[in-house]
């Protein structure tokens, strides 16, 4: 390699520092969409028919529905039927400790810095790890099974915990509900499982950590978490990719049912790749997540630090049904490059009593364009209700935009919202102060930057607060200047 | 240790500094007072090499060397430090991470390692008892929502934390009240050393009775129009500043 050559590739780890794949044998259906492909997952999967049925009836929902565009997004032309919707990497035995995985599998996950040894002897998290779409390693799940906890893949769930599935499954995200949730019902791989029994304090924070590898796969994932009556758990997703030419979906649904006094935290990280400095590749990145607090005095609170992806449409959702339940949704999205994201919330009051808060922290720098969208209803007899909504906007130059969609709809007068929305420019007074003690322009902005987000960093578990922090660095760099 | 000769800085086209020498040595106290108006900020500003203003002649030495060259965070690692008049508000960030964060950083830009949590810790308890300043002033966001002698008295607790060869106090004792005053200049004395040197800008001759200045510089116009001891001061405490302006 030549030096320049070298220089140039240190630079272009630098840019996405998970940009790497590692070769698995892979398991891949041929691309395309129709009802075959649909069977051949099931079938792959072993699944029993109530799915495949339930699955078939998601794609014909799915026929006649149209892409969304409601959004302040400019997407590409998707072309559904060149991705292909399926694949695992070989299943060689079943594993029964962590000596047993695949070694070029730790190995992506050293990469990832997260290697699932560390994880399990130091931080005390139980790490499912889903890799291309097939769960792998499973930790800790003795120690939770003992307090009847249930965290395992999807497909786990499917076979062992069929009643719970069934009963759950599209409760909260039907499968009409929308253009992508429709497509992720009827071709979703796999995903986490997560139940947790009545009156149990989940003791550890559960952790999946997502990643495409495989090129052209698009990436399908199906989480589903319910807290049964005054349980409680905290769980963490983390997302990177590698890096690619093409462009990849992702269309993910997350569904949450909390039952009476029951709270579930949920935070994510998202790393995906976001394309390069002139906007070519990246993940497209179109995922519904709604949580239902069903029983009264119930919480969800979502928490998402949005770095990644060329394209983020994602609205993180509370429908306060039961009493006096509670709504939270805190995020932090920041876009550089060419980088677009829709993003933010819906809170919909049903319940009396009710309220929401949403902390919305948007900040854009280069040529990127960066929306939050929220909604707050307030149904007809959700008296007392509450919202509070704080939404504000950080530029980091003059080439990227800021926009700010508040929808609200109130049906009950006793109900109060309120809503606060700022729009601020990083000061040349505040990086130079910092600059004036010594501090570079690089690290002035991560600071300036990690202080404008505080509000809803400070709500991330520690460890995942500290990276973060570094994540929202790393994705600023070289925005200034 | 400075030795500023015949500077002339502009901003957007406007003149501001015109032609101005001064000369500092180790170990010395300079005051500079002035009108309203007359450029002390602008020459604090760019000492520290700030950006928006244009050095259009002239040039700036340090310690032999040419500053004209270093950026602002370069000035700053090899020692010079800005009280701001106006400190500025970060929302989020304490002073306590901000100091962190400068003191690592001057630290790593010099090969050294930085300071471990219990280090840092120390060397923040030793300097807040030279400013009289609580713990939890330090914890909230830096200047955010401080009364002005909040924000003066943490801008010479970052002094001491940094540990400068050149200070620049810039109206540190506007919004002061005496006591506040006392203890703002009773931190700035105990900084004092031979190896150090202060540059105290001020209009008002008050901070003079506790901060004692070797030398007074008379700034109008954008120039220093006459130079004396302390008793300078008080003159013109006494007459204004007519009496010495180019002209008169
Ligand atoms: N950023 C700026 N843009 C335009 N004019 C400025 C700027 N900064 C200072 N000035 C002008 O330069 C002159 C000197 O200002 P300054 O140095 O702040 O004076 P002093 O500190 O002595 O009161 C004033 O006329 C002021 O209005
Ligand atoms: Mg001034």
């Known amino acids: 390699m030549s030096k320049d050559d070298k220089i140039l590739k240190d630079f272009t780890s630098k840019e996405y520092e998970h940009g790497w794949s590692v070769d698995f044998e892979v398991d891949q259906a041929p691309n395309g969409l129709n009802e075959d492909i649909v069977r051949l997952i099931s079938k792959k999967k072993e699944e029993p028919n109530w799915l495949l049925e339930w699955r078939l009836d998601a794609f014909e929902t799915f026929k006649k529905m149209k892409m969304p565009n409601w959004a302040n997004l400019k997407i590409p032309e998707i072309d559904l039927q060149s991705i292909s919707y399926y694949s695992a990497p070989k299943k060689k035995k079943e594993l029964k400790s962590m000596d047993e995985v695949d070694p070029e599998l730790i190995k992506t996950f050293e990469k990832l810095g997260i290697s699932l040894q560390e994880q399990k002897r130091l931080s005390g998290v139980a790490v499912d790890a889903v890799i291309d779409s097939v769960s792998i390693g499973t930790t800790f799940k003795d120690k939770l099974s003992e307090l009847g906890i249930i965290f395992c893949s999807f497909s786990e769930a499917v076979k062992e915990h069929p009643d719970l599935v069934k009963k759950y499954l599209g409760t909260v995200i039907p499968s009409k509900d929308n253009y992508f949730a429709a497509l992720n019902s009827a071709v979703f791989s796999d995903g986490s499982f997560c139940y947790i029994p009545k009156g149990v304090r989940c003791p550890m924070e559960l952790s999946t950590y997502f990643r495409i590898n495989a090129s052209n796969t698009g990436q399908f994932e199906r989480t589903l978490i319910i807290a049964d009556e005054s349980s409680y758990v905290s769980y963490l997703e983390g997302c990177t990719a590698p890096m690619r030419d093409e462009n990849q979906l992702h269309a993910a649904v997350v569904e949450i049912f909390a039952a009476s006094n029951a709270e579930v935290k949920y935070s994510t990280v998202q790393n995906w790749y976001p394309g390069d400095k002139d906007g070519k590749g990246g993940i497209y990145n179109f995922v519904t997540k709604r949580g239902i607090c069903s029983g009264d005095n119930s919480k969800i609170s979502w928490t998402q630090v949005e770095t990644g992806s060329a394209i983020t449409w994602k609205y993180p959702s509370c429908v306060l049904k039961g009493n006096n339940s509670i709504g939270e949704f805190y995020s932090v999205a920041v876009t550089n490059n060419y980088q677009q994201a829709d993003t933010g919330t819906k809170m919909v009051h049903i319940g009396k009593n009710t309220k929401s808060k949403i902390i919305s922290k948007g900040i854009s720098a280069g040529n990127s364009q960066n929306s939050y969208r929220g909604q707050v209803k307030v149904m007809n007899r959700a008296s007392n209700s509450r919202n509070f909504s704080q939404c504000d906007s950080l530029l980091l130059g003059n080439k990227c935009g800021a926009h700010t969609f508040p929808y609200i709809d109130i049906d009950n007068k006793s109900s109060m919202v309120e809503h606060e929305a700022t729009t601020s420019k990083i000061g040349e007074d505040q990086i130079f102060y910092c600059l004036q003690r010594g501090m570079d322009e690089e690290n002035a902005i991560a600071l300036i930057v990690n202080g404008y987000a505080k509000d809803v960093l400070k709500q991330l578990p520690m460890e995942f607060s500290v990276e973060a922090q570094k994540l929202l660095s790393l994705t600023l760099e070289g925005s200034v200047g | ?248």
């Not at chain 2, 450029?39 to 604090?44: E, N, Q, R």
């Not at chain 2, 840092?120 to 807040?128: A, H, N, R, S, Y």
């Open chain 2, 1 to 248: 240790m400075l030795k500023i000769k015949n500077l002339h800085a502009s901003v957007e086209d406007t003149k501001i500094l015109k032609g101005l020498n001064l000369e500092v040595k180790s170990g010395e106290v300079h005051a500079i007072m002035g009108p309203n108006g007359s450029g002390k900020s602008t020459l604090a500003s760019v000492i520290a090499g700030r950006e928006d203003y244009d050095v259009t002649d002239g040039e700036i030495n340090f310690q032999g060397t040419d500053l004209g060259e270093l950026g602002p965070e370069e000035r700053a690692r090899e020692g010079i430090f800005l009280a701001f008049q106006y400190p500025v508000e970060i929302p989020g960030v304490s002073t306590t991470n901000f100091m962190k964060t400068a003191v690592n950083q001057i630290r790593e830009s010099k090969g050294e390692k930085p300071l471990d949590a219990v280090a840092f810790l120390k060397l923040m308890k030793e300097k807040m008892k030279l400013v009289n300043i609580r713990q939890d002033l330090l914890s909230r966001s830096i200047n955010d929502g401080f009364s002005g002698g909040e924000k003066k008295r943490n801008e010479i607790f970052q002094m001491a934390m940094l540990n400068p060869k050149l200070s620049i106090l810039d109206e540190t004792d506007s919004g002061l009240d005496i006591d506040a005053l006392k203890i703002v200049s009773n931190g700035v004395n105990a900084l004092k050393s031979k190896e150090n040197a202060t540059v105290v800008v001020t209009h008002y001759q008050r901070l003079l009775d506790y901060i004692v200045p070797d030398f007074v510089h008379v700034l109008i116009d954008g120039k220093i129009v006459k130079s004396g001891d302390k008793n300078l001061a008080l003159e013109l405490e006494e007459k204004g500043y007519d009496w010495i302006k180019p002209g008169n």
